[in-house]
């Protein structure tokens, strides 16, 4: 028996619409990214939308489109995805790590006042495993401050924070379409914003810096090709048409696992924060860090394709470690949740037999010796 960790659910509608834009001669820069960023941005609330080649490339132009640049500083998390940290480094500004809520696994608000510098220019919450961050209160700070927001909201599309959406929150916010996420484009990414400059400097950006005529061979600054293809754009259209019953597919397959999980003693299911609605990236369980290497290679022995999430945190990540000396014990509970923390298979194919296989070898793994 082999458990895929996650698969991309991809059906005859997304086959049909690239096999169309393959009878075509519009390849890039055609009608389905159009068509596709219409969509996006009227499923997320926002006023526009951009679409790019990958969430990295989205958090990449975030940071360029905000002028954030050598020195300056951007308070995120170490408790994410490197891509949110490192899109700083792009641009020789410096990631200021906060440590995050041991619930939500958000960044903890109470924490960022404290890490605020003169250099200090946007925070940047990262909404993980499919729940948004305290963004009120986040955004509370950042106004008082006049500090920029750049939400990454790559893990968590349609999440919700009192009643608002991720992607809604910063001035932009940016999503991520590769095969594990809730919807996929095989590679691609999306930025959001309701601010029209911003809007237009990404269209700019993204395309080899050329203004708005995009007369071809005129670049008025400094830009990059980051452009989603018109193949990869015909399966995101699809797929956001697809992505609210994705998330409560997903819903389902998380409250069987709660259930069934619920009971194991020495396993602690994932909660959802008071304010919040999950849109579930991932299933994860914390078990006793003594005990948590041992259940996952037991698991993945067992052919149940499981992930340590996310080990090592950002901080502890060699290069920087290198370059800005940190060391175990700087942030302690996204530590103790990376070593924790483990990722089960989730995915719409998962059948109830496997469930109560991955249930019962769980349980032995973790209370048997
Ligand atoms: C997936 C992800 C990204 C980057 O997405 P890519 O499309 O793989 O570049 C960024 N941040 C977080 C938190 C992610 O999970």
Redesign the pocket.
Known sequence: MKIFLSRPNIGEEEIKAVTEVLKTDQLALGPKAELFEKLFASLTNTKYAVAVN??????HLAVRALDIKDGDEVITTPF??I??ANCMLFEKAIPVFVDVEEETYGMNPDLIEAAITPRTKAILP???FGQCCKMDEIEKIAKKHNLKIIE?A??SPLATHNNRQAGSFGDCS?F???P??QMTTG???MITTNDEALYNLFLSLRNQGRGNSLEWLTHTRLGYNYRISEISAAIGVEQTKKLPRFIEEKRELANKYNSVLGNINGLTTPITGKSNTHSW?VYSVRVNAEKRNKVLKGLNDNGIQSKAYFYPCIHLQEFYINEFGYKAGDYPIAEKLSEELIVLPFHHKITNKEITYIESTLNSLINNN
């Not at 990958?54 to 958090?59: E, K, P, Q, R, W």
């Open positions: 990958s969430g990295t490339s989205g958090l994410s995805f891509a949110s990262v909404h993980v990454d790559c893990e940016v991520a379409f590769y594990n996420k590679e691609g990414g990236f």
